[in-house]
């Protein structure tokens, strides 16, 4: 009972600390998330279209850059929810505000690509260019239907088509194939120059706020991607401390 | 004490060995499925307003939409009032798949699939979400198996692949 316990020291102990530590480490990263990331959610899609000027855009011309999609058709007006002038808006707002040193694209889909023409995109795309002077890329896409059925559906999963209830009406008038509309619900997708996913806002009212926070996430995590901080950011990917 | 080994049987060792370690084996396999896989109690990551599900979004008009070719979601939602499933008769054509979006728009519900891996907890103001490959024909069953109310049985539907 007296006698005193004394502390021998030996190699097994250290393994043992040194375990536990890496263990505490992993644990504590895991709760108190000190970097957050935004999730790598899918792939985006790969395509290969023409834009408003009739030049060709393809998804590798948008590696390297941050770039917000939107999806309308120009024939969207009454209660057709067109996100085209908020992306006029957010484009505005990264000129301004955005982090410097990184690119920036936008870049609209036509859901309509049977009438929406690369000559009517340009009819249509001519006011939110013109207004004002941003450096900010956008393009206003469209393809052949079956290709913008894949990417649209098939990569961004939006779904669309035209109004059924239209359809029928259009039938008994005269001007049947030219005037219908298309059913879609609004959103926009961020994507990553790696070219993936990695926010998606199935909403018309999108802040502003909410695309510069999220590209603020980005920007730190591309400037934080190399050495040991690109490791504690591959971590949080791994540990999923998402904001 | 003494600083004597203290004897232990070793049947009991051994007994003691094999429950350490799968003590161990289920703190890396919770760890794992929980942060890294992702696997976790329902959260509130898609959420979704429950009274108005029902009214606006892809819930006001449930059922199978093709995304492109052979890739289809199919939105379901689940009723107290009356019980139901909307909708109760679905048909996909084979090998499609399938992404399943299924919320409740007044209390909890589940949705079970019959021969696949889909059972959700299907609760108000959340959406549970799965994909699904079907590969072979046939009906596929679903059922409500959380009990909801009084017409909790009537909750059923069948998904029939050709």
Same mark, same amino acid.
């Given at each position: 009972?007296?006698?005193?316990?004394?502390?021998?020291?030996?190699? $097994?102990? =250290? *393994?043992? !600390?040194?375990?536990?530590?890496?263990?505490? %480490?992993? @644990? +504590?990263?895991?709760?108190?998330?000190?970097?957050?990331?935004?999730?790598?959610?899918?792939?985006?899609?790969?395509?290969?279209?023409?834009?408003?000027?009739?030049?060709?855009?393809?998804?590798?011309?948008?590696?390297?850059?941050?770039?917000?999609?939107?999806?309308?058709?120009?024939?969207?007006?009454?209660?057709?929810?067109?996100?085209?002038?908020?992306?006029?808006?957010?484009?505005?707002?990264?000129?301004?505000?955005?982090?410097?040193?990184?690119?920036?694209?936008?870049?609209?889909?036509?859901?309509?690509?049977?009438?929406?023409?690369?000559?009517? $995109?340009? =009819? *249509?795309? !001519?006011?939110?260019?013109?207004?004002?002077? %941003?450096? @900010? +890329?956008?393009?206003?896409?469209?393809?052949?239907?079956?290709?913008?059925?894949?990417?649209?559906?098939?990569?961004?999963?939006?779904?669309?088509?035209?109004?059924?209830?239209?359809?029928?009406?259009?039938?008994?008038?005269?001007?049947?194939?030219?005037?219908?509309?298309?059913?879609?619900?609004?959103?926009?997708?961020?994507?990553?120059?790696?070219?993936?996913?990695?926010?998606?806002?199935?909403?018309?009212?999108?802040?502003?706020?909410?695309?510069?926070?999220?590209?603020?996430?980005?920007?730190?995590?591309?400037?934080?991607?190399?050495?040991?901080?690109?490791?504690?950011?591959? !971590?949080?990917?791994?540990?999923?401390?998402?904001? | 004490?003494?600083?004597?080994?203290?004897?232990?049987?070793?049947?009991?060792?051994?007994?003691?060995?094999?429950?350490?370690?799968?003590?161990?084996?289920?703190?890396?396999?919770?760890?794992?499925?929980?942060?890294?896989?992702?696997?976790?109690?329902?959260?509130?990551?898609?959420?979704?307003?429950?009274?108005?599900?029902?009214?606006?979004?892809?819930?006001?008009?449930?059922?199978?939409?093709?995304?492109?070719?052979?890739?289809?979601?199919?939105?379901?939602?689940?009723?107290?009032?009356?019980?139901?499933?909307?909708?109760?008769?679905?048909?996909?054509?084979?090998?499609?798949?399938?992404?399943?979006?299924?919320?409740?728009?007044?209390?909890?519900?589940?949705?079970?699939?019959?021969?696949?891996?889909?059972?959700?907890?299907?609760?108000?103001?959340?959406?549970?979400?799965?994909?699904?490959?079907?590969?072979?024909?046939?009906?596929?069953?679903?059922?409500?198996?959380?009990?909801?109310?009084?017409?909790?049985?009537?909750?059923?539907?069948?998904?029939?692949?050709?």
């Amino acid at each position: 009972m007296s006698e005193k316990k004394t502390f021998k020291f030996s190699w $097994l102990h =250290l *393994f043992y !600390a040194f375990i536990a530590l890496v263990v505490v %480490s992993v @644990v +504590s990263f895991a709760v108190f998330q000190p970097v957050k990331v935004l999730p790598r959610i899918s792939l985006a899609p790969g395509y290969a279209f023409l834009n408003q000027n009739n030049e060709s855009r393809t998804s590798e011309d948008y590696r390297g850059k941050l770039t917000l999609y939107n999806f309308t058709y120009a024939n969207c007006d009454g209660d057709c929810p067109d996100t085209t002038e908020k992306m006029q808006e957010i484009r505005g707002e990264i000129e301004k505000s955005a982090p410097a040193g990184i690119d920036y694209a936008l870049v609209t889909v036509t859901l309509d690509p049977e009438r929406d023409t690369p000559e009517k $995109l340009g =009819l *249509f795309a !001519a006011p939110y260019l013109s207004t004002d002077n %941003s450096t @900010v +890329s956008w393009d206003f896409i469209t393809g052949a239907p079956l290709r913008v059925r894949y990417m649209v559906g098939g990569g961004f999963n939006l779904f669309y088509e035209r109004d059924p209830s239209e359809e029928s009406e259009g039938q008994a008038s005269s001007d049947q194939e030219s005037d219908y509309e298309i059913k879609f619900f609004p959103l926009f997708v961020l994507v990553d120059g790696w070219g993936i996913i990695r926010a998606e806002y199935p909403t018309a009212n999108l802040t502003v706020e909410e695309v510069l926070d999220d590209i603020n996430y980005l920007t730190v995590e591309i400037n934080n991607s190399e050495g040991a901080a690109g490791l504690a950011y591959e !971590a949080a990917h791994l540990f999923r401390c998402y904001p | 004490m003494s600083s004597e080994k203290m004897h232990i049987d070793p049947y009991e060792k051994k007994f003691m060995v094999i429950g350490i370690v799968v003590l161990v084996v289920f703190a890396i396999s919770i760890t794992v499925a929980g942060f890294m896989l992702g696997i976790q109690v329902p959260s509130p990551s898609q959420l979704i307003d429950p009274n108005t599900v029902a009214d606006s979004g892809p819930y006001a008009d449930p059922g199978l939409k093709e995304l492109s070719p052979g890739n289809y979601e199919l939105y379901i939602l689940a009723t107290a009032s009356p019980w139901r499933f909307y909708p109760e008769e679905v048909s996909v054509p084979v090998g499609a798949t399938v992404t399943f979006h299924v919320t409740s728009a007044d209390v909890q519900h589940g949705f079970k699939l019959q021969d696949t891996n889909i059972n959700f907890m299907v609760l108000p103001g959340q959406q549970s979400t799965l994909t699904y490959t079907f590969e072979e024909t046939g009906e596929y069953p679903y059922v409500c198996t959380e009990y909801c109310g009084v017409g909790h049985q009537n909750m059923y539907g069948v998904i029939t692949v050709e």
